[in-house]
């Protein structure tokens, strides 16, 4: 089983790569798999690759069940 994490782009480093944003955390990934994707826009991250995007809506429900999950532990 995989886990994909929704993080925020902010910041596009050129080519296919961008700095996400996930909790404050920054990494940089790779768009080459989505097309169009830009800054303010939340995608699914898994390995380095965003795999998709997702509204924000999604993004923001997915983040608090982490965190729910998190607490319950």
Do not use: R
Request: aromatic share 2%.
């Amino acid at each position: 089983m995989c886990l994909a994490l929704p993080a925020k782009i902010v910041e596009m480093t050129g080519g296919d790569n961008a700095i996400v944003s996930l909790e404050g955390v920054k990494k940089e990934i790779s768009l080459a798999l989505v097309a169009g994707a830009g800054v303010g826009d939340y995608v699914l991250v898994h390995v380095g690759y965003a795999l998709n995007t997702i509204s924000p809506e999604e993004a923001e429900k997915t983040l608090a069940l982490m965190a729910e999950m998190e607490a319950a532990q």
